[in-house]
């Protein structure tokens, strides 16, 4: 069978394991819910989850947009575009955050904020936070069946103890409506309060796990925590204590990249979100067309 | 309406998949389901989600004889059943899976075929994951001792059931989450 043949490149099959398992997954916000994870012209662990997600939930005339670490332009974004573009005839692509029907993504959530028609799929590596508490799968399910994360917490305060504050740079354990805490994939500290009340559904698909798991639109999604070490976000102070600002479009309010100037050997920072950034480009140029 | 095949294409389960997962996703939005002449939404709704993985139960015998072998679902009482078709005019007479703590997604999805989601005698407004505030929902043909059944099926989260309420031409999603007051 040629890849042109079947739209989707999965066949139906699949596709509708893959469909019931997220109204699943949606309707239990943040239970991982299994599913048999088909084989993918491409490694696992390179965002074959959130592929078959994709391949699954997308139709004609629907316009997609792919991003690696906020890239749309990095090797894995464009590899997946391109299968997605070769399977897909008549889906159409697009950088803009504000044009996309849907969006997957690794690593990042937009900086602009979604709207209620669109739709975010995550990938996933790791899905379950409780890997490293107990190593059996079996009582995992029970302990997230329960929503007991006793031993979880406990290990989040160890890192308190010792480091005075939590270190998890990514993948930050999230409670959803009051029960599952999710690995919400390797996303900053800085994309997780965007979870929270989302106007937009975000599915995270993990292909070597093989588990599907949701955060419905409007619906609650909180770090971790503790009263006295509450949950905060990078703050990108420079040494003086001021916010660090985009060395290209100037913004102070978005998630930077740190890289290494070539010619003067200094840090410099920049937008993770290449599309925020291009936006915020376009906007300093042209300020008057300023609108939210 | 579509030409007698049109439901058991790929093209048009793609987007009555998509038309549930807007309707799971906010509970209340009554969604548009692309369907036959002649024949139920519920049938499109069906051949959208089942294949031979999984088991339908039919109690009532809603289901044209000749669509069973096109869903190819295994036939299983409500009891046991993935999937359970039903009448919305008449309480249900069964218990459905709700699933276990460590599996709860291994629980029943109620198809209930209702006479309408746009208008009805049933007055009632809805709140929880997925609702922006509360939503208000009227609904016909729907009797209301499903409604406190449900509250028995969902009261021990995360077990429980789902329901999809669907009328001629529309669905209208329930997932356990939503809480469910009558007004
Ligand atoms: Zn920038």
Redesign the pocket.
Same mark, same amino acid.
């Given at each position: 069978m040629s890849l042109a043949q079947q739209f989707g490149f999965l066949d139906e099959y699949a596709k509708k394991e893959i469909r019931r398992t997220s109204l699943k997954a949606v309707a239990i916000p943040g239970y991982q819910v299994p599913y048999s994870s088909r084989e993918m012209p491409m490694g696992r662990g390179f965002g074959t989850g959130g592929l078959q997600l994709t391949l699954a939930l997308i139709g004609e005339g629907e316009v997609l947009k792919v991003i690696d670490q906020g890239s749309d332009d990095s090797v894995n974004a464009v590899n997946l575009r391109a299968f997605i573009e070769m399977t897909c005839p008549g889906v159409g692509t697009t950088r803009v955050t504000g044009e996309a029907d849907l969006i997957q993504s690794r690593h990042r959530i937009p900086e602009k904020p979604l709207r209620e028609d669109q739709l975010l799929v995550l990938q996933v590596p790791y899905p379950d936070p409780l890997v490293v508490v107990e190593a059996s799968e079996e009582k995992r399910k029970q302990l997230h069946g329960e929503a007991d994360y006793s031993r979880l917490l406990v290990k989040l305060y160890e890192d308190i103890v010792k480091f005075d504050e939590i270190t998890i740079s990514h993948r930050y354990p999230t409670r959803i409506n009051d029960h599952y805490v999710i690995d919400p994939s390797p996303i900053p500290r800085w994309d997780v309060p965007k979870l929270h009340m989302s106007k937009a559904l975000v599915l995270l698909g993990a292909g070597r796990e093989k588990k599907i798991y949701a955060v419905p639109p409007y619906t609650k999604a909180e770090p971790l925590a503790f009263e006295d070490k509450p949950f905060r976000v990078e703050a990108f102070l420079d040494e003086r204590g001021r916010r660090r600002a #985009?060395a290209? $479009?100037? #913004?102070d309010s978005?998630f930077l990249d740190e890289y290494v100037d070539s010619n003067s050997g200094h840090q410099v920072y920049? $937008?993770s979100d290449a599309d925020? #950034?291009d936006e915020?480009?376009t906007r300093r140029s042209a300020p008057e067309v300023i609108n939210g | 309406m579509l030409e007698v095949s049109a439901i058991w294409t790929a093209q048009v389960q793609q987007q009555n998949y998509r038309a549930l997962l807007d309707a799971i996703s906010h509970p209340g939005w009554v969604k548009s389901i692309l369907h036959q002449a002649g024949s139920p939404a519920s049938t499109a709704v069906l051949a959208t989600l089942l294949d031979a993985e999984v088991s339908l139960a039919d109690p009532e015998g809603l289901l044209e004889a000749a669509d069973w072998p096109l869903l190819q679902a295994s036939t299983a009482a409500p009891e046991e059943a993935d999937y359970i078709l039903c009448m919305g005019s008449k309480a249900a007479q069964f218990q459905p899976r709700l699933g276990s703590l460590p599996s709860p997604e291994q629980s029943a999805t109620l198809i209930i075929c209702v006479d309408s989601l746009h208008e009805g005698e049933l007055k009632i407004s809805l709140e929880g994951p997925g609702v922006n505030g509360n939503a208000d929902c009227a609904i016909a043909g729907l009797h209301p001792d499903w409604l406190s059944q449900r509250e028995d099926w969902v009261c021990g989260y995360p077990l429980g059931v789902d329901l999809l309420l669907v009328d001629d031409s529309a669905v209208l999603a329930l997932p356990r989450t939503t809480r469910v007051e009558v007004v």
């Amino acid at each position: 069978m040629s890849l042109a043949q079947q739209f989707g490149f999965l066949d139906e099959y699949a596709k509708k394991e893959i469909r019931r398992t997220s109204l699943k997954a949606v309707a239990i916000p943040g239970y991982q819910v299994p599913y048999s994870s088909r084989e993918m012209p491409m490694g696992r662990g390179f965002g074959t989850g959130g592929l078959q997600l994709t391949l699954a939930l997308i139709g004609e005339g629907e316009v997609l947009k792919v991003i690696d670490q906020g890239s749309d332009d990095s090797v894995n974004a464009v590899n997946l575009r391109a299968f997605i573009e070769m399977t897909c005839p008549g889906v159409g692509t697009t950088r803009v955050t504000g044009e996309a029907d849907l969006i997957q993504s690794r690593h990042r959530i937009p900086e602009k904020p979604l709207r209620e028609d669109q739709l975010l799929v995550l990938q996933v590596p790791y899905p379950d936070p409780l890997v490293v508490v107990e190593a059996s799968e079996e009582k995992r399910k029970q302990l997230h069946g329960e929503a007991d994360y006793s031993r979880l917490l406990v290990k989040l305060y160890e890192d308190i103890v010792k480091f005075d504050e939590i270190t998890i740079s990514h993948r930050y354990p999230t409670r959803i409506n009051d029960h599952y805490v999710i690995d919400p994939s390797p996303i900053p500290r800085w994309d997780v309060p965007k979870l929270h009340m989302s106007k937009a559904l975000v599915l995270l698909g993990a292909g070597r796990e093989k588990k599907i798991y949701a955060v419905p639109p409007y619906t609650k999604a909180e770090p971790l925590a503790f009263e006295d070490k509450p949950f905060r976000v990078e703050a990108f102070l420079d040494e003086r204590g001021r916010r660090r600002a #985009c060395a290209r $479009c100037g #913004c102070d309010s978005s998630f930077l990249d740190e890289y290494v100037d070539s010619n003067s050997g200094h840090q410099v920072y920049r $937008c993770s979100d290449a599309d925020w #950034c291009d936006e915020q480009l376009t906007r300093r140029s042209a300020p008057e067309v300023i609108n939210g | 309406m579509l030409e007698v095949s049109a439901i058991w294409t790929a093209q048009v389960q793609q987007q009555n998949y998509r038309a549930l997962l807007d309707a799971i996703s906010h509970p209340g939005w009554v969604k548009s389901i692309l369907h036959q002449a002649g024949s139920p939404a519920s049938t499109a709704v069906l051949a959208t989600l089942l294949d031979a993985e999984v088991s339908l139960a039919d109690p009532e015998g809603l289901l044209e004889a000749a669509d069973w072998p096109l869903l190819q679902a295994s036939t299983a009482a409500p009891e046991e059943a993935d999937y359970i078709l039903c009448m919305g005019s008449k309480a249900a007479q069964f218990q459905p899976r709700l699933g276990s703590l460590p599996s709860p997604e291994q629980s029943a999805t109620l198809i209930i075929c209702v006479d309408s989601l746009h208008e009805g005698e049933l007055k009632i407004s809805l709140e929880g994951p997925g609702v922006n505030g509360n939503a208000d929902c009227a609904i016909a043909g729907l009797h209301p001792d499903w409604l406190s059944q449900r509250e028995d099926w969902v009261c021990g989260y995360p077990l429980g059931v789902d329901l999809l309420l669907v009328d001629d031409s529309a669905v209208l999603a329930l997932p356990r989450t939503t809480r469910v007051e009558v007004v």
